[in-house]
């Protein structure tokens, strides 16, 4: 693994999931929300009686795609372009702003209505248009809900469900002079619903992201709940979609198996609101979609990694995972936080995100829900071992770990060592047994040491044997 240059701070994981939860009520309550979530994916995908084939056909056209995918990407070129698409290609996100802003500059555009585009996150679009005069307005809520309290999202789908209610009611009123303490939801959403319509009207152009690009016809699908994406696209004289490299489908045909699983693993809803399918531009108007590799094809050459781009990006994973869930999204320094984003951050920078394949407890749930059967907690794994192999762990855990593998790989060591320890436990005083380096027993207390193994235990409560050949 290259070690790679980066200028950006390294991610420290387990300090920022420290300072999440320092406030114990946000933290509780941002782990039943998201639980919610999940449960209500868990009741969607139940009620589709040929859930796991759809995950498998679904697995299976991605698998297929990226074995193809310059060819089905050239396709798409072709097509797109004979419906009347302009089409660019970015090698990475510095190409990719550049092509956007002379895209703007070309059309005279200052003020542009952006839908909900992880893509943009990753490339760090709005402060570089900022930087040059625009005016870049978030209209999908939550994006705008974090955009006015100048924050980051903290999830792909939610993007403010870090946010409580009555947080959301003191930003609109400081910032949109909403009645001060007023927080209903309803009450909220039509204030910023009022304040993004003349934003809307006021646009001269859209950007929006890409859910799914059809080699086959050269059109494209965005997925939204609130049509912001249409009303901006539809409105401004100007539509530019950005799309990374992975968004691409063979077929027309293939896309029912996408929308059947992706909003049904996002939140539990059969369908998006809104899923609009972009083919030509309007008469008098412009598209253009800009194709973005930014360390995609790197991410495609490492075969243990490469599954990683089957991502639909419904987010399932982040909502099931007991990590995410209790460490909140900006915990990973991320655009794309959780599960996927540990497996796909490395791969972009290794040393920054060396922490991120450790923000998990390989339970396997992430793998469960994925509806791209994406084998997350094995890459998480495998990340793991390069991350290690590469130094980026500190020289006390590795030998920490080393020292816990010589011991796990002799089962008589194993027991020697448990029996010194649950003797020593008994005895030790607690200004020894917490001191600093269990930093495990800072957050808890030790469970009272049991009077025998576990082993032992079974050896006289284990049923008889039915035969004698069963016998020890
Ligand atoms: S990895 Fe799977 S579960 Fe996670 S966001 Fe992507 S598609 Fe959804």
Partial sequence: MNRLLH?????????????????????TWHDASLWQVRRKRDRAAAM??????????????????????????????????????????AADAAEHNRIVLDLLRRHGARRVVKSKSMLTEECGLNPFLEAHGIEVVDTDLGER?????????????????????????????????TEAGADEPAYLAAAARRDLRRRFLEADAAITGVNFAVAETGGFVVCTNEGNA?????????HIACMGLEKVIPRLDDLGVFLRLLARSATGQP????????????????????????????????????ASLKCIRCGACMNTCPVYRRSGGHSYGAPVPGPIGSILMPGADPVRYASLPFAST????????CPVQIDIHDQLYAWRQDVTRAGGVSRAKRWFMQMAGWLLAHPRRY??????????????????????????GRARELPPVPPQTFRDWYRTHRPAPEHPADMP
């Avoid at 006015?148 to 789908?157: M, T, W």
């Avoid at 249409?230 to 100007?238: F, K, R």
């Avoid at 030790?428 to 600093?436: I, T």
Wanted: with cysteine; proline share 6%; charged share 20%.
């Fill in 7 to 27: 200028t950006l701070p390294v991610i420290d994981h387990p300090a920022a999931a420290a300072r999440f939860l320092h406030d114990a009520d946000r933290a």
């Fill in 48 to 89: 589709v009686e040929e859930w796991e084939e759809l995950r498998a056909l679904a697995s299976a056209i991605k698998e297929h795609t990226l074995s193809h995918l310059d060819t089905y990407l050239e396709a798409f070129e072709r097509h797109a372009t004979a419906n009347g698409i302009q089409v660019h290609w």
């Fill in 145 to 177: 809900i974090v955009q006015l309290a100048n924050d980051a999202p903290s999830h792909i789908v939610m993007p403010a469900i870090h946010y409580r209610q009555e947080e959301i009611g003191a930003l609109f009123h400081a910032k949109m002079g």
């Fill in 230 to 238: 249409d009303l901006g696209a539809h409105l401004a004289p100007l």
């Fill in 271 to 306: 369908i998006t609101v809104y899923t609009s399918h972009f083919h030509r531009p309007p008469p008098g108007r412009a598209l253009h979609v800009v194709l973005v590799d930014n360390g995609r094809s790197a991410q495609l050459a490492r075969p243990a990694y490469r």
């Fill in 362 to 369: 390989l339970c396997g749930s992430c793998s469960d829900v």
């Fill in 415 to 440: 027991r020697v060592a448990g029996a010194a320890l649950r003797r020593l436990l008994r005895h030790l005083p607690r200004r020894l047994l917490y001191a600093r380096p269990n930093t495990w």
